[in-house]
DNA sequence: ACCTGAACACCGTTCAAGT
DNA sequence: ACCTGAACACCGTTCAAGT
């Protein structure tokens, strides 16, 4: 038989972790979170789900393994924009590998969840951390602040932020407007508020609330307090 | 049989919507929410599983149920909080009525794992955020600013960031120190900061990062930078 | 109206056994 | 060294049946 065929025929390729963690990251990708199991990722593989278990020690593992690859597909992304030029640079420079960081998180929806119940840093993430720290040393940040910005930022700092308030899942229509009147009893200013909303952006096929224009507002908002915070003298 | 003898004897109190959601945030405070299954909230309350399915729709109802609890808990805590005296003192409320919702949420750490899985606002918590844009009119803001405004706050207007790296978990030790120089070769930057952060507090109880201090220095730069935002002319 | 027993279709994980 | 079959202890949920 040709090689082809015996591919096709049983489980040539023998599993290994890498194996695991890029196919777990493709049911999660195109099923949601929900649908990786370790049955469901043992049948993308052609084995059984107990025979995950010689390659990843638990399913925890696998989060963890997921996690990591996402850090590190950011850490590829990110590491082809250049340096500052110079020390007042460093904002233009986070800003950006923020948004880049954010455009791999959108390829990936599932990530922010799984990032929530990490407990730990993994190793790609640890790196872009220590990367962001650099590039606020080389602004004038002393190691306090720097820090301090790391927990202002939060998970900013990886392109997404925890959402409360979804009215932007569906588009702006009339039964949107609809649904403002209905509030205007019992919660006034909200309901003040999408009305506006609703008035200034009649047909936006971005829903109530553009997400990529707020992610990009309150970032640029810390970005500046951070900004003013530091020493922002030049050598 | 006395009264208490038939209460002590068979289920007495019948099962109810609200009796069966107190239980799970029991459950949930003393072990964790993954100790909340539907199977365990029955036993808690003396019935068997399935018998919550006629008070409740399915888990996800029960988890939404308990989202709203803890925002109605907190709906009380803030109404006891004193409207703003002048236009400018907005900001003061807001970090009072946040720093409040904050203590609650301390209360019930598996709450912000909830909430960040829930798809719509529950009913307690448009009234939270209802009121938070009725102190920001009375700031001064237009609806536009306090739409952003919310954006920008995200969770943390309930009190609460998703962190990310968590060095702040045990305490300050000669193991740590150990941890920061083995850093020190790949990851320069975060082990230079760590160093610091071990030095300045040789024995802080509080750990590596005291989230209170970390977090009210993130929402008065927030609140701060808002201010600016905001048209701050006194009428 | 309210509760339950039995049952179904799933999970993650173990372990002795196979090649 | 790597994989599997059988089995265990759990899930959430449905539904006909009981009071």
Chains 1, 2 share one sequence.
Not at 26 to 52: F, H, P, Q, V, Y
Not at 197 to 205: A, W
Request: net charge negative; hydrophobic share 45%.
């Amino acid at each position: 038989v040709t090689i082809e065929a015996e591919e096709a025929a049983g489980p040539r390729v023998p599993l290994s972790r890498a194996r695991v963690l890029r196919a777990a990251v493709k049911l999660a990708d195109e099923g949601g979170i929900e649908s990786l199991t370790m049955r469901r990722l043992g049948e993308e593989l052609g084995a059984e789900a107990m025979s995950l278990y010689y390659h990843v020690a638990k399913k925890e593992d696998v989060l963890d393994g997921i996690a990591d690859v996402v850090a590190a597909e950011i850490n590829d992304v990110v590491d082809r924009v250049g340096a500052p030029a110079r020390r007042a640079d460093w904002k233009a420079v986070m800003r950006q590998r923020i948004l880049l960081a954010r455009e791999v998180m959108l390829r990936h929806p599932w990530a922010p969840g799984v990032f929530g119940t990490r407990t730990d840093m993994s190793p790609a993430m640890l790196r872009y951390h220590d990367d962001l720290v650099g590039l606020m040393r080389e602004g004038g940040f002393s190691y306090d602040l720097a820090h301090r910005a790391l927990h202002v930022l939060g998970s900013r700092s990886l392109g997404f932020t925890q959402e409360l308030f979804n009215p932007g899942a569906g588009p702006v229509d009339e039964e949107a407007k609809a649904l403002v009147a209905s509030m205007a009893g019992p919660l006034p200013h909200l309901a003040g508020m999408l009305a506006e909303i609703v008035h200034d952006e009649p047909d936006s096929t971005l829903g109530w609330c553009d997400a990529q224009a707020e992610f990009e507002f309150g970032l640029d908002l810390i970005l500046d307090g951070l900004d003013g915070a530091r020493g922002n003298s030049e050598p």
